[in-house]
């Protein structure tokens, strides 16, 4: 059984000599335009509800968020098994080149920083273009958020787009650290969309912000891991891919401070009308203490 996943995941001819210029998305155009029609799309809808539905009136969507969340599960778990796999097999067959490269020596290295001269071939960049084209996937979520809640943000949009560049720049600039943050992406949306799947069809939901606080120790994993393949740039004579790196490094430095000023200010907003809720239902008590005073009298 292991072995048939192994071969399956990671020794399949088609995985061992994927070629990312041969693949399809692999162009400069098709990713601005898959962009541009991205954003196009959402605020298009967004305006035209506004002006069909005008009071808020959700649109329901019944199973069709349930089915996505279980998608997009599936979808993480086999990435996330796959690139595993995938990389302890790199590791084993190009360890020997290690020493006669001196840039690495421990696997947890290759993790972080890919030698100089690393092309966008092989097991590991077969599963980064898998991860590269799940992307697409996640971006139905905003239409479903604009159906169901007749909302759109500028973080939405600029979040979802933004992800989809980076994983684009991984694959064609054959990014240093690439893997560590599939690995935790994947690892993190599969718990993600497991709990979004639980919920979706009428099960339990946790007592505190879940998925916030997932996406919070993905976006601190990345930039925490971002110092050490800086450390190893100029520790061990240089990474692969670091202009895409220092790219994806001030991106995802923009995402968490977009996303955690975000978070504060509705944060802010829920305590503010936690706080009038309370003064209400005191002032609300106190009348009614005070009638039978009065009716007394």
Avoid at 123 to 148: A, C, E, P
Avoid at 235 to 246: E, S
Wanted: proline share 4%; glycine share 6%; aromatic share 18%.
């Amino acid at each position: 059984m292991m072995q048939s996943v192994k071969y399956w995941l990671s020794e399949h001819p088609s995985i061992v000599n994927f070629r990312w210029s041969q693949s399809f998305g692999s162009t400069w155009p098709f990713l601005f335009s898959s962009i541009t029609v991205y954003v196009a799309a959402a605020i298009t809808l967004h305006c035209f509800l506004s002006l069909v539905l005008p009071k808020r009136r959700p649109v329901s969507l019944v199973p069709i968020p349930a089915i996505h969340s279980l998608c997009v599960f599936l979808i993480s778990v086999v990435i996330f098994v796959g690139i595993l796999l995938s990389a302890a097999a790199d590791i084993r067959d190009t360890r020997w080149l290690w020493r006669r490269m001196k840039t690495i020596s421990t696997p947890f290295q290759w993790f972080l920083c890919f030698p100089l001269g690393t092309r966008p071939s092989g097991r590991v960049f077969f599963w980064s273009y898998v991860f590269y084209l799940s992307r697409f996937l996640h971006l139905f979520r905003t239409f479903f958020t604009i159906l169901r809640r007749r909302k759109l943000t500028f973080f939405h949009l600029f979040n979802q787009s933004i992800f989809l560049c980076m994983s684009f720049l991984w694959l064609e600039f054959s990014q240093s650290f690439q893997v560590l943050t599939i690995l935790l992406a994947t690892l993190l949306y599969s718990v993600i969309y497991g709990y979004r799947f639980w919920t979706a069809i009428g099960l339990r939901s946790a007592c505190f912000p879940f998925v916030v606080n997932c996406q919070v120790v993905l976006l601190g994993c990345n930039l925490v891991c971002h110092f050490g393949v800086l450390f190893l740039h100029f520790l061990k004579g240089g990474c692969n891919g670091i202009g895409a790196w220092g790219f994806n490094f001030v991106l995802n430095g923009v995402i968490f401070w977009l996303f955690l000023k975000r978070h504060l200010r509705k944060r802010n907003v829920d305590d503010i009308s936690g706080h009038c809720g309370s003064s209400s239902a005191s002032s609300a008590r106190s009348c009614g203490s005070s009638a039978p005073e009065i009716k007394s009298e």
